[in-house]
């Protein structure tokens, strides 16, 4: 099997494992228990499949045999009349599903905002996406957390516990909700992509980018109308497309202004700027759009050569008064160095110097060296550095701040 | 939830360890350690487990060895302590050790004393 084909093969998996889990726990909301069923539809179909051939339609089979033994054990534990219609229902369910199998409705939209729903602990809902849409095992998500296995499987099981127990619905939220709602389903989808991005070099955290990726293209395709969705699969594009240039060839990092545009890929760039073309039809209206159109800004600047710092500090002034957040202010702060100077770029970071939050934010104190090397303050820059330096955990990143540091000296 | 973080090193690691680096390393993590607020504090650096010395008390007797407690290739060599939410904030500062390279940070959490 060629490459392509074994990658579209995995795909097709991919695509169906999400459709089915979605399917079988929809009406029951027992992820947990969905997930067992279908293993062992997966398990039957790996022995009987070798010798039978595969089914016309492998998802109708897998989705019935699953169905079968979800029954099974919801009649086994529960004998009520009540229980009896119900699976009643899902019975028919399943039979309209099997009889015309192209139609087995898609339930990963409603399944990823079950796994965002406020009720569910923030730091699970990524991993709890990546498990159930992806099928990702808790050992591959744990890798790529930093977390040791055993706990993440825990906190897996107790999340899906909570789906069930609150009774957490399987639905695509009213539209005054919606907003709110899909930005939970975009922060988990966007935290599982920066997992792949801050990780320089690491392979389980590589993997996870495009994981990110491919569900940014599913809610894109399943919610077409929503230019949050787009504005957010257009950053990760965008950071994506310059992945190789992060690194020259010894592996030293290298920062966006020095690095080479012809290492970028120009196809994911031109897929990201269509995309934010599109969300932006109507005007940008959230925080992803506003992002994609600086990292937008940032290539224009770099392959056209064109100073263009001031609308990237707009751009910036109207994420920060939609979001607040200190780690914009940080990156405003960078952009104003250019446009005003590194003095006021300083000063700008006042603001949060207080914030227990950025005490060992590691790109706040690289920021504050870099900026405060260029006023020339070499106290403040070295002291900055030197912490920047011993909150890194990437070895690229260190020996960068370091070399920075040096010419902090010999300048 | 205060840890107590504990370096185990690899000796022959560690000698093949470019020294200068790991040290400017080290200096600027305790910087980083020291700023980070009150529960974090940079430990002790301990000398070679080859020079410990084991004591064992048993029925009145006491009994003092030479060398290291556990016979392994990764030896206690020094700890800190740091005071975060998470686990994935204690994972991230085990990370940032200088000494993860050349060995082992084992995180363990601290029993805190409840008032009587």
């Known amino acids: ?21 979605a399917f079988l726990a929809a009406r029951t909301r027992d992820v947990a228990g969905a997930e067992d069923a279908l293993a062992e539809a997966f398990a039957s179909a790996l022995k009987s499949w070798p010798e039978t051939g595969v089914p016309a339609n492998p998802d109708a089979w897998l989705l019935t045999v699953a169905r079968r033994r979800q029954t099974d054990t919801i009649r086994r534990r529960q004998t009520r009349v ?17 009889a015309s199998p192209d139609v087995i409705p898609d339930r990963r939209l409603a399944l990823m905002f079950a796994c965002a729903h406020p009720d569910v602990e923030a730091g699970m809902r990524a991993p709890l996406i990546l498990q159930t849409i992806l099928g990702m095992t808790a050992v591959d998500i744990a890798a790529a957390f930093l977390i040791p296995p055993a706990t993440m499987g825990q906190r897996l099981v107790r999340a899906k516990a909570r789906i069930r127990d609150n009774g957490i619905p399987f639905a695509i939220p009213e539209r005054e909700d919606l907003a709110a709602r899909l ?32 569900l940014g293209r599913l809610v894109v395709s399943l919610l077409p109308e929503e230019p949050e969705a787009k504005g957010m699969l257009a950053l990760m594009l965008y950071a994506e497309a310059r992945r190789e240039a992060r690194r020259d060839p010894t592996g030293a990092y290298v920062p966006l202004e020095s690095q080479d545009i012809t290492l970028w890929d120009e196809p994911q760039i031109l897929a990201a700027e269509s995309l934010l073309h599109h969300a932006n039809a109507a005007g940008p209206t959230g925080r992803y759009q506003i992002e994609a159109a600086i990292q937008s800004a940032h290539i224009a600047r770099c392959v056209s050569g064109k100073n263009n710092w001031q609308s990237v500090v707009a751009l910036y002034d109207v994420l920060l008064a939609l979001t607040q957040s200190p780690v914009v202010t940080l990156n405003r702060a960078a952009a104003l160095a250019e446009t005003l100077g590194p003095k006021a770029a300083l000063a700008s970071l006042d603001s949060i110097a207080d914030d227990k939050r950025m005490a060992d934010y590691q790109p706040y104190w690289a920021a504050r060296g870099h900026l405060a090397a260029r006023a020339g303050r070499k106290e403040d820059a070295h002291e900055a550095l030197t912490l920047a330096i011993g909150l890194s955990t990437d070895d690229a990143v260190r020996h960068y701040l370091m070399a920075q540091r040096v010419r902090l000296q010999d300048g | 939830m205060r840890y107590m973080m504990i370096i185990h090193h690899d000796a022959d690691a560690l000698a093949k360890a470019p ?18 607020g009150a529960g974090f504090s940079s430990g ?24 290291p407690y556990a016979d ?39 029993v805190e004393q409840t008032a009587s």
Not at chain 1, 183 to 200: C, F, H, M, P, R
Not at chain 2, 19 to 36: I, M, R, S, V
């Open chain 1, 1 to 21: 099997m060629t490459a392509d084909a074994r990658q579209a093969a995995e795909q097709v998996a991919r695509d169906s494992y999400g459709r089915l889990l």
């Open chain 1, 82 to 98: 009540a229980g009896e219609e119900h699976i009643q229902l899902m019975s028919e369910e399943i039979e309209a599903a099997s």
């Open chain 1, 183 to 214: 930005d939970a389903v975009l922060e988990a989808i966007y935290a599982a992509y920066a997992k792949g991005w801050t990780e320089l070099g690491d392979t389980s955290a590589d993997r996870m980018a495009d994981e990110a990726i491919w």
């Open chain 2, 19 to 36: 020294q200068q680096e790991l040290w400017a390393d080290y200096a600027a993590f305790n910087q980083a350690l020291a700023k980070a």
């Open chain 2, 44 to 67: 002790l650096r301990l000398h070679e487990a080859k020079g410990a010395t084991v004591v064992r008390s048993k029925a009145g007797k006491t009994e003092v060895l030479d060398g």
């Open chain 2, 72 to 110: 392994t290739r990764e030896q206690l060599a020094g700890y800190y302590f740091i005071d975060v939410p998470t686990l994935e904030q204690a994972v991230e500062w085990a990370n940032r050790c200088p000494s993860a390279k050349y060995g082992a940070v084992e995180i363990r959490p601290i």
